[in-house]
Nanobody, 126 residues
Framework: QVQLVESGGGLVQAGVSLRLSCAAS????????MGWFRQAPGKEREFVAA????????YYADSVKGRFTISRDNAKNTVFLQMNSLKREDTAVYYC???????????????????WGQGTQVTVSS
């Protein structure tokens, strides 16, 4: 069993940056793809970014491409989301997830993940 804890959220003005962290404990995440999703009030959980087990491949939602960067440090058992040029529409609770093993899953879908953190709130003011 792995536990995931997100941190780094907060209240910021539009245009500034935040760096989110997802710290894993209990088990190493080095064999697993990882992803970031977000959920705004009244909305479904939305794909943001994903990264494969080694960090060699990354994937982004169109809404964040060019602004957000996902990375990982397997030695520290941590995944990051660097968020630049934040917009009001980025406001949401941000969750990290550990993907299931195998190559049959679409990493942009919630069903690809078997463990989730409890989320960190990001609020961007206009």
């Amino acid at each position: 069993q792995v536990q995931l804890v997100e941190s780094g959220g907060g209240l910021v003005q539009a245009g500034v940056s935040l760096r989110l962290s997802c710290a894993a404990s209990g088990r190493t995440i080095s064999d697993y793809a990882m992803g970031w999703f977000r959920q705004a009030p009244g909305k479904e959980r939305e794909f943001v970014a994903a990264i494969n087990w080694s960090g060699g491949n990354t994937y982004y939602a169109d809404s964040v491409k060019g602004r957000f960067t996902i990375s990982r440090d397997n030695a520290k058992n941590t995944v990051f989301l660097q968020m630049n040029s934040l917009k009001r529409e980025d406001t949401a609770v941000y969750y990290c997830g550990r993907a299931r093993l195998g190559s049959i899953y679409n990493l942009s879908t919630v069903s690809a993940y078997d463990y989730w953190g409890q989320g960190t709130q990001v609020t961007v003011s206009s």
